[in-house]
Antibody, heavy 117, light 107 residues
Protein backbone atom coordinates (compact mmCIF):
# COMPACT_ATOMS: atom_id res chain seq x y z
CA UNK A 1 0.00 0.00 0.00
CA UNK A 2 1.47 3.29 -1.13
CA UNK A 3 1.77 5.66 1.82
CA UNK A 4 3.33 9.04 2.60
CA UNK A 5 3.46 10.35 6.15
CA UNK A 6 4.55 13.89 6.91
CA UNK A 7 5.86 15.08 10.25
CA UNK A 8 7.73 17.98 11.80
CA UNK A 9 5.09 20.67 11.69
CA UNK A 10 4.28 22.88 14.64
CA UNK A 11 4.30 26.39 16.03
CA UNK A 12 7.35 28.51 15.25
CA UNK A 13 8.11 32.20 15.75
CA UNK A 14 8.61 34.55 12.81
CA UNK A 15 12.18 34.31 11.60
CA UNK A 16 12.49 30.79 12.91
CA UNK A 17 13.22 27.51 11.19
CA UNK A 18 11.54 24.15 10.89
CA UNK A 19 12.38 20.89 9.14
CA UNK A 20 9.58 18.81 7.70
CA UNK A 21 9.93 15.10 6.94
CA UNK A 22 7.95 12.77 4.73
CA UNK A 23 8.38 9.03 5.08
CA UNK A 24 7.40 6.88 2.12
CA UNK A 25 6.38 3.25 1.99
CA UNK A 26 4.78 0.81 -0.41
CA UNK A 27 6.72 1.87 -3.50
CA UNK A 28 10.29 2.26 -4.72
CA UNK A 29 10.92 5.74 -3.38
CA UNK A 30 14.19 6.22 -5.25
CA UNK A 31 12.40 5.87 -8.62
CA UNK A 32 10.23 8.95 -8.18
CA UNK A 33 10.52 12.70 -8.18
CA UNK A 34 8.90 14.15 -5.06
CA UNK A 35 7.21 17.47 -4.35
CA UNK A 36 6.02 19.62 -1.48
CA UNK A 37 2.72 21.47 -1.77
CA UNK A 38 1.13 23.72 0.82
CA UNK A 39 -2.37 24.93 1.51
CA UNK A 40 -3.44 27.76 3.74
CA UNK A 41 -6.53 26.48 5.59
CA UNK A 42 -9.60 27.31 3.53
CA UNK A 43 -7.52 28.42 0.53
CA UNK A 44 -6.05 26.87 -2.60
CA UNK A 45 -3.05 24.66 -3.29
CA UNK A 46 0.42 26.07 -3.84
CA UNK A 47 3.19 23.90 -5.27
CA UNK A 48 6.41 24.97 -3.56
CA UNK A 49 9.24 22.58 -4.38
CA UNK A 50 10.35 19.42 -6.15
CA UNK A 51 13.39 17.16 -6.06
CA UNK A 52 14.40 14.78 -8.81
CA UNK A 53 15.65 11.26 -8.38
CA UNK A 54 19.10 11.03 -6.81
CA UNK A 55 18.84 14.66 -5.61
CA UNK A 56 20.12 15.71 -9.02
CA UNK A 57 17.72 18.62 -9.58
CA UNK A 58 15.58 20.77 -7.36
CA UNK A 59 13.11 23.55 -8.02
CA UNK A 60 11.27 26.11 -5.93
CA UNK A 61 8.38 28.50 -6.18
CA UNK A 62 9.41 32.14 -6.05
CA UNK A 63 7.62 32.51 -2.72
CA UNK A 64 10.09 30.18 -0.98
CA UNK A 65 13.22 30.39 -3.12
CA UNK A 66 16.30 31.13 -1.03
CA UNK A 67 14.55 30.23 2.23
CA UNK A 68 13.46 26.62 1.78
CA UNK A 69 15.62 23.64 0.83
CA UNK A 70 14.27 20.31 -0.36
CA UNK A 71 16.26 17.09 -0.08
CA UNK A 72 15.81 13.35 0.05
CA UNK A 73 17.47 10.32 1.59
CA UNK A 74 16.66 7.29 -0.52
CA UNK A 75 18.23 4.94 2.03
CA UNK A 76 15.65 6.12 4.53
CA UNK A 77 12.79 6.47 2.00
CA UNK A 78 12.43 10.02 3.22
CA UNK A 79 11.87 13.49 1.84
CA UNK A 80 12.70 16.67 3.72
CA UNK A 81 11.93 20.37 3.60
CA UNK A 82 14.19 22.71 5.55
CA UNK A 83 12.34 25.96 6.09
CA UNK A 84 14.22 29.07 7.24
CA UNK A 85 13.30 32.71 7.79
CA UNK A 86 9.66 31.78 8.27
CA UNK A 87 6.96 34.42 8.13
CA UNK A 88 3.23 34.41 8.89
CA UNK A 89 2.61 33.89 5.15
CA UNK A 90 4.21 30.44 5.46
CA UNK A 91 1.46 29.28 7.81
CA UNK A 92 -0.19 26.37 6.02
CA UNK A 93 -0.76 22.65 5.83
CA UNK A 94 2.25 21.13 4.08
CA UNK A 95 1.80 18.05 1.94
CA UNK A 96 4.40 15.84 0.32
CA UNK A 97 3.42 14.08 -2.88
CA UNK A 98 4.82 11.54 -5.30
CA UNK A 99 5.48 13.08 -8.67
CA UNK A 100 5.33 11.40 -12.05
CA UNK A 101 4.25 11.89 -15.65
CA UNK A 102 0.73 11.24 -14.40
CA UNK A 103 0.80 14.16 -11.98
CA UNK A 104 0.83 14.02 -8.19
CA UNK A 105 -0.58 10.56 -7.78
CA UNK A 106 -0.05 10.01 -4.08
CA UNK A 107 -0.27 12.53 -1.23
CA UNK A 108 0.36 12.42 2.47
CA UNK A 109 -2.14 13.67 5.02
CA UNK A 110 -0.21 16.89 5.61
CA UNK A 111 1.54 18.52 8.54
CA UNK A 112 0.48 21.91 9.85
CA UNK A 113 2.99 24.73 10.19
CA UNK A 114 1.94 27.80 12.16
CA UNK A 115 4.19 30.85 12.22
CA UNK A 116 3.19 33.17 15.02
CA UNK A 117 4.73 35.12 17.86
CA UNK B 1 6.07 31.93 -15.02
CA UNK B 2 2.99 30.22 -16.40
CA UNK B 3 -0.25 31.18 -14.68
CA UNK B 4 -3.28 28.90 -14.49
CA UNK B 5 -6.74 30.48 -14.30
CA UNK B 6 -9.78 28.41 -13.39
CA UNK B 7 -13.41 29.30 -13.82
CA UNK B 8 -15.86 29.54 -12.28
CA UNK B 9 -14.61 29.87 -8.69
CA UNK B 10 -17.87 28.39 -7.44
CA UNK B 11 -20.45 26.32 -9.22
CA UNK B 12 -23.88 25.37 -7.88
CA UNK B 13 -25.37 22.25 -9.41
CA UNK B 14 -27.81 19.44 -8.77
CA UNK B 15 -27.34 15.70 -8.76
CA UNK B 16 -27.50 14.49 -12.35
CA UNK B 17 -26.31 17.77 -13.86
CA UNK B 18 -23.54 17.93 -16.44
CA UNK B 19 -20.79 20.13 -15.03
CA UNK B 20 -17.89 21.78 -16.85
CA UNK B 21 -14.92 23.53 -15.27
CA UNK B 22 -12.44 25.49 -17.37
CA UNK B 23 -8.72 26.03 -16.86
CA UNK B 24 -6.68 28.44 -18.97
CA UNK B 25 -2.90 28.63 -19.14
CA UNK B 26 -1.12 31.93 -19.73
CA UNK B 27 0.91 30.24 -22.47
CA UNK B 28 0.86 26.90 -24.23
CA UNK B 29 1.50 23.93 -21.98
CA UNK B 30 0.80 21.21 -24.56
CA UNK B 31 -1.14 18.58 -22.60
CA UNK B 32 0.76 18.78 -19.31
CA UNK B 33 -2.32 19.30 -17.22
CA UNK B 34 -3.83 17.37 -14.35
CA UNK B 35 -7.13 17.70 -12.50
CA UNK B 36 -7.54 16.99 -8.79
CA UNK B 37 -10.53 16.61 -6.49
CA UNK B 38 -10.26 17.68 -2.87
CA UNK B 39 -12.82 17.09 -0.16
CA UNK B 40 -12.78 18.94 3.19
CA UNK B 41 -10.07 17.68 5.53
CA UNK B 42 -8.58 15.39 2.88
CA UNK B 43 -5.60 15.50 0.58
CA UNK B 44 -6.26 16.07 -3.12
CA UNK B 45 -6.75 13.10 -5.40
CA UNK B 46 -5.74 13.04 -9.05
CA UNK B 47 -8.60 12.45 -11.48
CA UNK B 48 -7.13 13.25 -14.89
CA UNK B 49 -3.54 13.51 -16.12
CA UNK B 50 -2.06 14.58 -19.45
CA UNK B 51 -5.23 16.62 -19.98
CA UNK B 52 -7.47 13.70 -20.91
CA UNK B 53 -6.19 10.44 -19.38
CA UNK B 54 -8.40 9.04 -16.64
CA UNK B 55 -6.54 7.95 -13.52
CA UNK B 56 -7.09 4.30 -12.63
CA UNK B 57 -10.11 3.81 -10.42
CA UNK B 58 -11.71 7.17 -11.23
CA UNK B 59 -15.32 6.90 -12.44
CA UNK B 60 -15.85 7.33 -16.16
CA UNK B 61 -18.25 10.21 -15.61
CA UNK B 62 -15.13 12.34 -15.23
CA UNK B 63 -13.42 13.42 -18.43
CA UNK B 64 -10.83 15.96 -19.45
CA UNK B 65 -10.12 17.66 -22.72
CA UNK B 66 -8.03 20.40 -24.26
CA UNK B 67 -4.49 21.21 -25.20
CA UNK B 68 -2.33 24.27 -25.51
CA UNK B 69 -3.97 26.90 -23.30
CA UNK B 70 -7.60 25.81 -22.85
CA UNK B 71 -8.70 22.80 -20.84
CA UNK B 72 -11.94 21.49 -19.42
CA UNK B 73 -12.98 19.00 -16.78
CA UNK B 74 -16.44 17.58 -17.33
CA UNK B 75 -18.56 15.54 -14.96
CA UNK B 76 -21.24 13.98 -17.15
CA UNK B 77 -23.78 13.32 -14.39
CA UNK B 78 -22.99 14.84 -11.01
CA UNK B 79 -23.22 12.43 -8.12
CA UNK B 80 -23.51 13.21 -4.37
CA UNK B 81 -19.88 12.12 -3.87
CA UNK B 82 -18.69 14.71 -6.41
CA UNK B 83 -19.43 17.80 -4.33
CA UNK B 84 -15.89 18.98 -3.67
CA UNK B 85 -13.27 21.46 -4.81
CA UNK B 86 -11.47 20.81 -8.09
CA UNK B 87 -8.03 22.09 -9.07
CA UNK B 88 -6.18 22.06 -12.33
CA UNK B 89 -2.39 21.88 -12.33
CA UNK B 90 0.17 22.48 -15.01
CA UNK B 91 2.90 20.01 -14.20
CA UNK B 92 6.34 19.50 -15.64
CA UNK B 93 9.50 17.83 -14.42
CA UNK B 94 10.42 20.99 -12.54
CA UNK B 95 7.29 22.89 -11.48
CA UNK B 96 3.64 22.48 -10.83
CA UNK B 97 1.40 25.55 -10.85
CA UNK B 98 -2.16 25.09 -9.61
CA UNK B 99 -5.28 26.93 -10.60
CA UNK B 100 -7.24 28.72 -7.90
CA UNK B 101 -9.83 25.97 -7.56
CA UNK B 102 -13.53 25.52 -8.32
CA UNK B 103 -15.89 24.61 -5.53
CA UNK B 104 -18.83 22.51 -6.70
CA UNK B 105 -21.74 23.07 -4.34
CA UNK B 106 -25.19 21.58 -4.00
CA UNK B 107 -27.84 23.76 -5.63
Amino acid sequence: QVRLVESGGGLVKPGGSLRLSCEASGFTFSDYYMSWIRQVPGKGLEWISYVSTRNTYTGYAESVKGRFTISRDDAKNSLYLQMNSLTAEDTALYYCARDSHTGLGCWGQGTLVTVSS
Amino acid sequence: DIQMTQSPPTLSASVGDRVTITCRASQSISNWLAWYQQKPGKAPKVLIYKASSLERGVPSRFSGSGSGTEFTLTISSLQPDDFATYYCQHYTAYSGTFGQGTKVEIK
